[in-house]
């Protein structure tokens, strides 16, 4: 029998017993159940240092699935928590010709020589 329209669905008796080898035995009850759920979308972006003037730039979706099982005298909830990396870009930036290393102590003096 199709119980789709009515939410109802046929659970045998021994899965109501929550034993798993009666889980096939016993008669069909009907059973009338609802579904609440929430879903939560976040979408992450993260940028670390990658070595000398590079990044690395990752965009990920986190989605978390919240779903509750609601039956006569039982109530589960589920919750599902699911990341997604969507864009993982490494980004390089521009090496400078020199490095100047003077900023902490006193450069060193420079004389010219005069004749």
Do not use: H
Not at 14 to 28: D, E
Not at 39 to 46: P, Q, R
Request: no cysteine; glycine share 6%.
């Amino acid at each position: 029998m199709n119980y789709a329209f009515y939410n109802l669905n046929s659970l045998t008796s021994g899965v109501i017993s929550s034993n798993s080898l009666l889980s096939n035995l016993g008669p069909k009850i009907p059973v009338k159940f609802d579904l609440v759920g929430e879903v939560i979308i976040n979408i992450e972006t993260k940028i670390t240092n990658y070595g000398i003037n590079n990044a690395m730039m990752e965009i990920s979706v986190n989605i978390e699935l919240s779903e509750q099982v609601i039956l006569p005298f039982v109530s589960k909830k589920i919750v599902y928590n699911v990341n997604i990396p969507i864009v993982i870009k490494l980004i390089q930036g521009t090496v400078p010709n020199y490095y100047f290393n003077g900023l902490s102590r006193n450069s060193p003096n420079v004389f010219i020589p005069m004749e």
